[in-house]
């Protein structure tokens, strides 16, 4: 108990002060920002700080600060430690400078602001390996909230029939102003995802059936999963995400002043963290052990699990907050995922989205291919949603990494991205050296070259920053 309530202390402390230091080196001034200069009324439009906040939140969040959690959990409490310092050190420190840096490229995506900051190849790599990335997390957000409705309505409702309506929802959501749908629904789904986390946190503090285990350093996950590197993949939006450089451009086009962006970026980010925090201290609480909580998510999977805890925990309104939450969240997130890829892929081709002919050009075929990747596995879709995810939060770490040295008033601060880019450069290279849907090598190949990758990025980086300080 005492672990998970200090965690919860140092999240807050981490936005009050690193998220200030990380402003501070970003030095945020009183511009006109792209919502103001160039609101087309579609994509670019002013939005006030309290609901960008919101929109941001569910923008980023989906369940997965519930799902990636829970599945963290199965390695026990020490997952706490990644879940409080990845977030404050490398996931909102990512997350504000992917929006802030998108505010200062009138809203570019990070595919467009790899290029401007790494090289044309690399916008090249990035269009194709973000577009990806989101069609698998459309994807993957599409097929969750889908089964959990077909085994809540009568049977001639299946799956199936979910998806298709999902998917029209989706059309909806991609092509409309983001002000109709999106600015609407967003901030009450935001709200209910937070009650959601209030109201577990409650139960398990004050009620007597649960115990929150204190941190220890030790693995306890019953597969025999190594902590490094699967532990950093799995939990993946509950701390670090790369999927959040696609979606923080977005509200990069409708927040009206640079100094909102610590609350919007960094907060959101921050407040995705304590979800995380909490939900991973509920799956190892609400069972005791983490072989059942494994045992739980493969017989029942993780939208299952959810709504056993709620409904447990919380009685009849818990399941209807489950219910709402293991639905509504990741088609919040899913319908942001394809409405940023149709914004890349106009950036790509040239086609100006004020148009709904050119908008319905971009969204049609984007959302078909989604519709024919809901028939894979969707465990298998999450693992490769899970390593690209954070491969790409590599990526976007060291684009911003680039802009500090080049902008910065001290070049030296670029260390800020630098050093969590290395890390998560290491991580994503072991893992897919190792994993079952990379190379399969072992521990003793993977580990080392994972490694010698990592230093080998940080090398070229002090050249570069040496060169700067000349």
Known sequence: MVSFILALVILF??????????????????????AVELNDGVDYMPIKKWKAVLIQLLNIAGTGPIFGALMGACFGPVVFLWIVLGSILGGAVHDYMSGMISERNSGASIAQLSGKYLGKPAMY????????????????????????????????????????????YYVLATLLPIDKLIGKLYPFFGIVLIVMAVSISGAMIF?????????????????????????????????????????????????????????????????????????????????????????????NGQSGTVYEICRKMLGGAGGVLAVIGVVACPITSGDTAFRSARLILAEWTGLDQKSIRNRLVITVPLLS?????????????????????????????????SYLMQNSKNCRYSLITAIPGVFMSAVSMTYILMAKEGFRLSSSVAYPVGIVFAVSLFAVYAVFLSKARR
């Open 125 to 168: 790599i990035m269009r194709a390996f973000s577009v990806l990335l989101l069609l698998l997390t459309g994807t993957v957000f599409i097929t969750s909230p889908a089964n959990l409705i077909a085994n809540m309505t009568p049977k001639a409702l299946s799956g199936s029939f979910w998806i298709a309506v999902i998917l029209i």
């Open 207 to 299: 009620l007597p059936d649960y115990n929150i285990p204190e941190i220890k350093l030790e693995n306890l996950h019953t597969n025999g999963l190594p902590i490094w590197p699967y532990m950093f993949v799995t939990v993946a939006c509950g701390a670090i995400s790369g999927f959040h450089s696609t979606q923080s451009p977005m509200m990069a086009k409708c927040i009206t002043s640079e100094k909102h962006g610590r609350y919007v970026f960094y907060g959101a980010m921050i407040l995705e963290a304590v979800i995380a925090l909490v939900w991973a201290a509920a799956g190892i609480a609400f069972y005791g052990e983490t072989s059942l909580l494994n045992a739980a998510i493969t017989e």
């Open 369 to 401: 291919v989604g519709a024919v990747l809901t028939q894979l596995d969707f465990n298998v879709l999450w693992r490769y949603f899970s390593w690209s995810n954070q491969t790409l939060a590599m990526i976007a770490l060291w684009v911003s990494t």
């Open 13 to 34: 402390f981490g936005f009050a002060v690193y998220g200030r230091l990380t402003e501070k080196i970003f030095a945020p001034d009183d511009r006109k920002t792209p």
